[in-house]
């Protein structure tokens, strides 16, 4: 609560990179930093008990992706970093050492459909890295991606897709290029989106104007923001 007194609390075995509420008031995480033979997106329910669960080995193997690898965390699989409800029997997610976002099919744990870049669009030799993907209305709307920091919105005048780079440029590593940072996204309505970079929160409308942003220092060299969201209370 507010006061600080926690209401409800559920051990976990793995690390949970974000968390997202479904329909259902499920509650839907994707371990970031799971092994192959564990599963990549759990869902409870607010007994704690697993409702249903996917694991990305069997699309990664019926795929030839070339998978970049974490230099902190060399033995994850897929590094799978978002997951959220499409609708009642859809999953969508990111699967960020793949380059790849998937739709998954509840009911089988089928991919339905993926979304993958091509190795001439890689911007680093870590390729696009997707992060967060955003939903509205049973569509994918935009998503993050980290090489480099930008972000992919649906422009909804046009009817089509905006990249915009998100840099920081207070936010330089030693060997003086720009650091990049994990982006959380979030659409909150009438063209507007809250974005996180390395070093700022931002408030962007869809062609990248800035609305309002708060920044804070980059050292020491792990600080900064990862999993943000904006909500007003009533």
Not at 84 to 103: G, K, R, W, Y
Not at 108 to 136: A, Y
Request: hydrophobic residues 35%; aromatic residues 10%; charged residues 25%.
């Amino acid at each position: 609560s507010r006061s600080g007194e926690v209401l409800s609390e559920f051990p976990l075995n793995n690390i949970s990179h974000s968390i997202e509420i479904t329909s259902e008031g499920n509650l839907l995480f994707p371990y970031s930093w799971s092994q192959e033979d564990e599963s990549q997106i759990t869902e409870i329910n607010t007994d704690g008990d697993v409702v249903w669960e996917w694991s990305a080995k069997n699309f990664i193997n019926k795929h030839n992706f070339k998978m970049s690898v974490s230099s902190r965390e060399p033995k994850s699989f897929v590094a799978i970093t978002g997951a959220i409800e499409l609708d009642l029997d859809t999953i969508v997610a990111t699967l960020s050492q793949a380059n790849v976002i998937v739709f998954i099919n509840k009911k089988d744990g089928s991919v339905e459909k993926f979304i993958t870049f091509s190795q001439n669009e890689w911007s680093s030799n870590n390729g696009k890295r997707p992060h967060t993907p955003v939903v509205l209305n049973k569509e994918l709307i935009g998503y993050s991606l980290r090489a480099p920091n930008s972000v992919k919105l649906w422009d909804f005048d046009c009817e089509c897709y905006k990249l915009l780079e998100v840099k920081d440029k207070n936010a330089i590593r030693k060997d003086g290029k720009n650091r990049t940072r994990s982006l959380s996204l979030q659409y909150l309505g009438g063209g507007q989106w809250f974005v996180s970079g390395s070093t700022m929160l931002r408030q962007i409308k869809t062609d990248g104007a800035e609305i309002w942003k708060a920044k804070i220092s980059p050292k020491p060299l792990w600080s900064g923001f990862h999993k943000v969201i904006r909500y007003e209370l009533e």
